[in-house]
Protein backbone atom coordinates (compact mmCIF):
# COMPACT_ATOMS: atom_id res chain seq x y z
CA UNK A 1 0.00 0.00 0.00
CA UNK A 2 1.40 3.24 -1.16
CA UNK A 3 1.98 5.88 1.92
CA UNK A 4 -0.15 9.18 1.49
CA UNK A 5 1.18 12.71 0.12
CA UNK A 6 0.08 14.82 2.47
CA UNK A 7 3.24 14.23 4.82
CA UNK A 8 1.80 16.51 7.89
CA UNK A 9 -1.02 14.80 8.75
CA UNK A 10 -2.03 12.67 12.07
CA UNK A 11 -4.60 9.95 12.50
CA UNK A 12 -7.08 10.64 15.23
CA UNK A 13 -9.20 8.07 17.03
CA UNK A 14 -12.49 8.53 18.58
CA UNK A 15 -13.80 7.72 22.15
CA UNK A 16 -16.32 5.76 20.88
CA UNK A 17 -14.83 1.71 20.27
CA UNK A 18 -16.25 -0.54 17.73
CA UNK A 19 -16.91 -3.17 20.73
CA UNK A 20 -18.85 -0.39 21.92
CA UNK A 21 -21.04 0.19 18.71
CA UNK A 22 -21.74 -3.35 17.75
CA UNK A 23 -23.22 -4.06 21.41
CA UNK A 24 -25.74 -1.54 20.21
CA UNK A 25 -26.63 -2.85 16.56
CA UNK A 26 -26.28 -6.49 18.00
CA UNK A 27 -23.82 -7.57 15.18
CA UNK A 28 -20.45 -7.70 14.11
CA UNK A 29 -18.94 -4.89 11.47
CA UNK A 30 -17.64 -6.76 8.51
CA UNK A 31 -17.21 -6.59 4.59
CA UNK A 32 -19.55 -8.78 2.01
CA UNK A 33 -17.67 -8.38 -0.53
CA UNK A 34 -19.77 -9.48 -3.77
CA UNK A 35 -17.75 -10.79 -6.63
CA UNK A 36 -18.74 -12.33 -10.10
CA UNK A 37 -19.44 -11.44 -13.87
CA UNK A 38 -21.84 -8.80 -15.48
CA UNK A 39 -25.27 -10.54 -14.48
CA UNK A 40 -24.65 -12.90 -12.07
CA UNK A 41 -26.67 -11.29 -9.73
CA UNK A 42 -24.53 -9.10 -7.28
CA UNK A 43 -26.61 -6.22 -6.52
CA UNK A 44 -29.76 -7.76 -6.85
CA UNK A 45 -29.08 -10.54 -4.10
CA UNK A 46 -26.55 -7.72 -2.10
CA UNK A 47 -30.11 -5.50 -1.97
CA UNK A 48 -32.17 -8.61 -1.22
CA UNK A 49 -29.70 -9.67 2.17
CA UNK A 50 -29.34 -5.94 3.22
CA UNK A 51 -33.18 -5.63 2.95
CA UNK A 52 -33.15 -9.14 4.68
CA UNK A 53 -30.81 -7.98 7.86
CA UNK A 54 -32.76 -4.58 8.10
CA UNK A 55 -35.83 -6.66 8.53
CA UNK A 56 -34.38 -8.35 11.08
CA UNK A 57 -33.48 -5.00 12.89
CA UNK A 58 -29.34 -4.76 11.73
CA UNK A 59 -27.75 -2.31 10.54
CA UNK A 60 -26.63 -3.15 6.94
CA UNK A 61 -25.70 -0.47 3.42
CA UNK A 62 -24.70 -1.79 0.15
CA UNK A 63 -22.34 0.00 -2.20
CA UNK A 64 -23.09 -0.32 -5.42
CA UNK A 65 -20.73 -0.17 -8.40
CA UNK A 66 -22.93 1.97 -10.90
CA UNK A 67 -23.57 3.93 -8.11
CA UNK A 68 -20.38 4.85 -6.92
CA UNK A 69 -19.35 5.63 -10.52
CA UNK A 70 -21.81 8.47 -10.57
CA UNK A 71 -19.47 10.26 -7.74
CA UNK A 72 -16.96 8.64 -5.57
CA UNK A 73 -15.24 7.07 -8.70
CA UNK A 74 -17.08 9.27 -11.85
CA UNK A 75 -13.48 10.16 -12.85
CA UNK A 76 -12.53 6.44 -13.62
CA UNK A 77 -13.12 4.15 -16.63
CA UNK A 78 -12.38 0.41 -16.78
CA UNK A 79 -8.79 0.27 -18.05
CA UNK A 80 -7.25 -2.46 -15.65
CA UNK A 81 -5.25 0.81 -13.54
CA UNK A 82 -8.80 2.48 -13.57
CA UNK A 83 -10.51 -0.96 -12.57
CA UNK A 84 -7.80 -1.06 -9.62
CA UNK A 85 -8.24 1.82 -8.47
CA UNK A 86 -12.06 1.85 -8.27
CA UNK A 87 -12.00 -0.68 -5.89
CA UNK A 88 -9.08 0.73 -3.93
CA UNK A 89 -11.62 3.43 -3.23
CA UNK A 90 -14.52 1.41 -2.78
CA UNK A 91 -12.31 -0.71 0.16
CA UNK A 92 -11.47 2.37 1.87
CA UNK A 93 -14.92 3.17 2.28
CA UNK A 94 -15.75 -0.67 3.32
CA UNK A 95 -13.30 -0.72 5.79
CA UNK A 96 -14.99 3.06 7.33
CA UNK A 97 -18.39 1.39 7.28
CA UNK A 98 -16.90 -1.86 9.15
CA UNK A 99 -15.17 0.18 11.47
CA UNK A 100 -18.43 1.97 11.98
CA UNK A 101 -19.81 -1.74 13.14
CA UNK A 102 -22.32 -2.06 9.71
CA UNK A 103 -22.39 -4.84 7.71
CA UNK A 104 -21.53 -3.46 4.39
CA UNK A 105 -22.53 -4.98 1.51
CA UNK A 106 -20.15 -4.62 -1.62
CA UNK A 107 -21.44 -5.46 -5.33
CA UNK A 108 -18.63 -4.99 -7.76
CA UNK A 109 -17.25 -7.31 -10.43
CA UNK A 110 -14.05 -6.53 -9.02
CA UNK A 111 -12.10 -8.89 -11.53
CA UNK A 112 -8.90 -9.00 -9.97
CA UNK A 113 -7.89 -11.38 -7.55
CA UNK A 114 -4.85 -8.87 -5.89
CA UNK A 115 -7.47 -6.38 -5.71
CA UNK A 116 -9.69 -8.04 -3.92
CA UNK A 117 -6.98 -9.43 -1.54
CA UNK A 118 -6.04 -5.65 -1.05
CA UNK A 119 -10.03 -4.73 -0.10
CA UNK A 120 -9.19 -7.85 2.42
CA UNK A 121 -5.92 -6.39 3.80
CA UNK A 122 -7.47 -3.16 4.65
CA UNK A 123 -10.23 -4.58 7.40
CA UNK A 124 -8.86 -6.75 10.24
CA UNK A 125 -8.61 -10.35 9.77
CA UNK A 126 -12.43 -12.34 10.52
CA UNK A 127 -13.93 -8.95 9.37
CA UNK A 128 -13.75 -9.53 5.12
CA UNK A 129 -16.02 -11.99 3.48
CA UNK A 130 -15.73 -12.57 -0.08
CA UNK A 131 -18.35 -14.25 -1.79
CA UNK A 132 -18.34 -15.47 -5.25
CA UNK A 133 -21.49 -15.03 -6.78
CA UNK A 134 -20.58 -18.03 -9.33
CA UNK A 135 -23.14 -17.66 -12.39
CA UNK A 136 -21.84 -19.47 -15.22
CA UNK A 137 -21.04 -16.90 -18.32
CA UNK A 138 -23.61 -18.07 -20.29
CA UNK A 139 -26.31 -17.19 -17.99
CA UNK A 140 -25.06 -14.19 -17.34
CA UNK A 141 -25.12 -13.68 -21.03
CA UNK A 142 -28.66 -15.17 -21.46
CA UNK A 143 -29.66 -12.66 -18.92
CA UNK A 144 -27.92 -9.60 -20.18
CA UNK A 145 -30.08 -7.26 -17.92
CA UNK A 146 -28.62 -3.93 -19.51
CA UNK A 147 -27.93 -5.30 -22.75
CA UNK A 148 -23.43 -4.88 -21.87
CA UNK A 149 -23.23 -8.43 -23.52
CA UNK A 150 -24.27 -7.60 -26.71
CA UNK A 151 -22.66 -4.54 -26.96
CA UNK A 152 -19.14 -6.03 -25.82
CA UNK A 153 -20.15 -8.89 -28.66
CA UNK A 154 -20.05 -6.23 -31.15
CA UNK A 155 -17.40 -4.60 -30.37
CA UNK A 156 -19.38 -1.07 -28.81
CA UNK A 157 -18.06 -1.52 -25.06
CA UNK A 158 -13.73 -2.40 -24.72
CA UNK A 159 -12.08 -4.43 -22.14
CA UNK A 160 -15.80 -6.00 -20.62
CA UNK A 161 -14.84 -8.67 -18.02
CA UNK A 162 -15.50 -12.29 -19.20
CA UNK A 163 -15.87 -11.13 -22.72
CA UNK A 164 -12.72 -8.80 -23.56
CA UNK A 165 -11.01 -8.67 -20.35
CA UNK A 166 -10.08 -11.01 -18.09
CA UNK A 167 -12.21 -12.17 -14.58
CA UNK A 168 -10.39 -14.11 -12.13
CA UNK A 169 -12.43 -16.25 -10.17
CA UNK A 170 -11.87 -16.62 -6.22
CA UNK A 171 -9.81 -19.35 -5.07
CA UNK A 172 -10.46 -19.70 -1.62
CA UNK A 173 -14.03 -17.91 -1.13
CA UNK A 174 -16.16 -17.70 2.09
CA UNK A 175 -19.16 -18.09 0.56
CA UNK A 176 -19.65 -19.48 -2.97
CA UNK A 177 -23.25 -18.67 -4.38
CA UNK A 178 -24.69 -20.88 -7.35
CA UNK A 179 -27.51 -18.97 -8.27
CA UNK A 180 -29.24 -21.33 -11.40
CA UNK A 181 -32.20 -22.98 -10.20
CA UNK A 182 -32.49 -21.07 -7.26
CA UNK A 183 -34.78 -17.68 -6.59
CA UNK A 184 -32.92 -14.42 -4.92
CA UNK A 185 -34.53 -15.14 -1.66
CA UNK A 186 -33.07 -18.46 -1.72
CA UNK A 187 -29.83 -17.28 -2.48
CA UNK A 188 -30.12 -14.25 -0.15
CA UNK A 189 -30.86 -16.23 2.84
CA UNK A 190 -28.20 -18.22 2.12
CA UNK A 191 -25.82 -15.40 3.05
CA UNK A 192 -28.33 -14.63 5.87
CA UNK A 193 -27.46 -18.17 7.26
CA UNK A 194 -24.27 -17.70 7.16
CA UNK A 195 -23.59 -14.65 8.78
CA UNK A 196 -25.81 -16.72 11.92
CA UNK A 197 -23.62 -19.69 11.79
CA UNK A 198 -20.00 -17.28 11.63
CA UNK A 199 -21.07 -15.16 14.69
CA UNK A 200 -21.64 -12.06 12.97
CA UNK A 201 -25.33 -11.73 14.01
CA UNK A 202 -26.55 -11.90 17.52
CA UNK A 203 -29.80 -14.08 17.72
Known amino acids: MSEPKS ?12 NEREQ ?6 CVLWFTGLS ?3 KSTIARRV ?3 LLERGRYAYVLDGDNLRFGLNKDLGFSPEDRTENIRRVGCVAQLFSDA ?74 LVLKTEGKTVDQTAQEVVDHLLASGYLAN
Open 39 to 41: GSG
Open 50 to 52: EQL
Open 101 to 174: GSIVLTAFISPYRKDRDAARALVPEGRFLEVHVATELATCEARDPKGLYKKARSGVIPNFTGISAPYEAPEAAE
Open 24 to 29: IFGQKG
Open 7 to 18: THITWHGGHVTQ
